[in-house]
């Protein structure tokens, strides 16, 4: 629809509303005879000021309401700019002033010549018509005024706004500056001075994140064990020596930074103790992460609260900890290297999460996590211990082609959806005992080298284990120490697979 035509619908409505209100409001009443118009005319004279006045009153308010209206309706509010005065509203001033100076001065007039002194009275009468005006054009010049004044504060407010946003930029610009210094002490006073402008300006924490993101996710190199230098080296051994001894320095300087910008992150991710009103002041909602790629050192989300993060093919050395962590978004650690142990009891993912292609060096643990949208644990690779007791998956789940090469613990999982363990390599003990799979449960073509225990697992829907390999026995309580396959009181409530019979007949 054209800009015109939409213009002229408001106008329309108004024609059709005011045509209604003198059908319903006039014609019909003198049709039927419901009121004396006569004495509506002569009330009518005997108030002709107070309604004169009145009537004034409503066209103002109805000139104020339509300018705003029309300057506002549709268009987002403006911070800068003040709307010049429409000739519209200088027309309607200019015929208010004059309507109630005519009406007052000929009412005044008409009072008069029912005075004794009618000259007298018929000046004075004039004279008050002239001061009616008088007044009309004084509302409007206050009017004018509190205009005035809301420009001039607009201007004020505008003029701190825009020293702000120059400030900030200047603080913003000085920080990225000492980021790309060659000294560490310098590196470390950006950190610190992003982190104190992202704190008390929220409109620039998710660019700052992003600053601190990209800092982590540049190269880098830990420092080396270097061996300890012989009394008798000669000058090019000593040279070269002392050289590594340099970068080493630089290395480990470059390793405190950014564990500084990995702190700050964690100290600002976490919304602070639950059920005690609101979040910390120090909290920075709805952040998004990317650290893809990035080298991250005892890196830590604890009780943090993220949007999104992106750590597809990130490194975690050391120690890594999401314990208590709850991510609203998508979150993927695609092709994920974990250096140590990975922990990530308690936390909460809300939406799709993928560990797909991941590595775990030295286990993981999952131990009350919860699941809520679909995850992804496709080509898994672990070879410490992997924890998944009493975890929740609500969406569907995906081990396919995955390898355990350590221990891997499941008891008391429970998975509402479909979960798929096709083509799994279950090298130690694989514990599911106490599961409960509430829909299809897939182990097709994996492999339990060693103790596979399904003891009172429960199958709520199909199970199926077509050509699944258990190596251990069927198992037998005075052969504890060797690999067996358990499926004591297990309930398969759509029937018996014929794969598993064999360990469950007497």
């Keep these: 629809m054209s800009d015109q035509g939409a213009s002229r619908r408001p106008v329309a409505a108004i024609v059709a509303m005011l045509a209604g209100l003198l059908l319903g409001g006039v014609v019909l009443p003198s049709v039927a005879g419901w009121f004396d118009w006569p004495a509506v005319g002569r009330w009518m004279h005997s108030h002709a000021l107070l309604l004169t006045l009145a009537g004034a009153s409503v066209v103002l308010l109805a000139v104020g309401a339509w300018s705003w209206w029309g300057q506002d309706r549709g268009n987002p509010p403006r911070r800068t700019q003040t709307a010049p005065l429409s000739w519209k509203v200088v027309a309607g001033a200019a015929i208010v002033i004059a309507v109630a100076t005519w009406g007052a001065t000929v009412w005044l007039l008409a009072e008069a010549n029912t005075a004794t002194d009618r000259a007298s009275a018929r000046v004075q009468a004039i004279k008050t018509g002239l001061g009616t005006g008088a007044g009309t054009v004084g509302i409007f010049a206050l009017l004018l005024a509190v205009r005035r004044q809301q420009h001039?504060?607009?201007?004020?407010?505008?003029?701190t706004h825009d020293a702000t946003q120059r400030r900030v930029t200047e603080l913003?610009?000085?920080?990225?500056?000492?980021?790309?210094?060659?000294?560490?002490?310098?590196?470390?006073?950006?950190?610190?001075?992003?982190?104190?402008?992202?704190?008390?300006?929220?409109?620039?924490?998710?660019?700052?994140?992003?600053?601190?993101?990209?800092?982590?996710?540049?190269?880098?190199?830990?420092?080396?064990?270097?061996?300890?230098l012989p009394k008798d080296a000669d000058q090019a051994s000593v040279e070269k020596h002392d050289k590594q001894t340099t970068e080493n320095l630089e290395r480990t300087q470059e390793r405190e930074v950014r564990l500084a910008a990995q702190?700050?992150?964690h100290s600002h991710l976490q919304p602070g103790p639950e059920?005690?009103?609101?979040?910390?002041?120090?909290?920075?909602?709805?952040?998004?992460?990317?650290?893809?790629?990035?080298?991250?050192?005892?890196?830590?989300?604890?009780?943090?609260?993220?949007?999104?993060?992106?750590?597809?093919?990130?490194?975690?050395?050391?120690?890594?900890?999401?314990?208590?962590?709850?991510?609203?978004?998508n979150l993927t650690f695609h092709s994920a290297r974990f250096m140590n142990t990975a922990t990530f009891n308690q936390a909460t993912f809300n939406m799709g999460a993928s560990f797909e292609a991941a590595t775990f060096d030295s286990g993981?643990?999952?131990?009350?996590?919860?699941?809520?949208?679909?995850?992804?644990?496709?080509r898994?690779?672990?070879?410490?211990?992997?924890?998944?007791?009493?975890?929740?998956?609500?969406?569907?789940?995906?081990?396919?082609?995955?390898?355990?090469?350590?221990?891997?613990?499941?008891?008391?999982?429970?998975?509402?959806?479909?979960?798929?363990?096709?083509?799994?390599?279950?090298?130690?003990?694989?514990?599911?005992?106490?599961?409960?799979?509430?829909?299809?449960a897939n182990f097709d073509r994996s492999t339990f080298d060693d103790t596979a225990t399904f003891h009172a697992a429960r199958f709520d829907d199909d199970a199926s284990f077509a050509s699944t390999t258990f190596t251990g026995k069927k198992f037998n309580p005075l052969e504890q120490d060797l690999p067996h396959t358990d499926f004591r009181k297990a309930v398969f409530k759509q029937g018996i697979p014929e794969e598993i019979k064999p360990f469950l007949s007497p």
């Design 380 to 440: 898994l690779e672990a070879r410490g211990r992997v924890g998944f007791i009493l975890t929740r998956f609500v969406g569907s789940v995906q081990f396919t082609y995955s390898e355990f090469l350590g221990v891997v613990d499941f008891e008391q999982a429970n998975f509402a959806v479909a979960s798929i363990f096709q083509a799994v390599t279950f090298k130690k003990d694989a514990n599911f005992s106490m599961v409960e799979f509430a829909d299809d």
């Design 152 to 159: 001039q504060e607009i201007t004020a407010n505008d003029t």
């Design 364 to 378: 993981a643990n999952f131990r009350s996590s919860t699941f809520n949208s679909h995850v992804n644990f496709k």
């Design 172 to 228: 913003y610009t000085k920080a990225i500056e000492q980021l790309g210094n060659s000294q560490a002490p310098v590196r470390l006073g950006g950190l610190y001075a992003l982190e104190r402008l992202a704190q008390h300006n929220s409109d620039q924490r998710q660019t700052i994140v992003n600053v601190l993101c990209a800092y982590l996710r540049m190269p880098y190199q830990p420092p080396a064990t270097l061996t300890e």
């Design 263 to 265: 702190r700050i992150l």
């Design 275 to 329: 059920g005690i009103g609101a979040p910390d002041e120090a909290y920075w909602q709805d952040i998004d992460l990317d650290l893809s790629g990035a080298h991250l050192i005892n890196f830590a989300l604890t009780r943090s609260h993220v949007r999104s993060a992106n750590f597809r093919s990130t490194t975690f050395a050391e120690s890594t900890s999401f314990r208590l962590a709850t991510f609203a978004g």
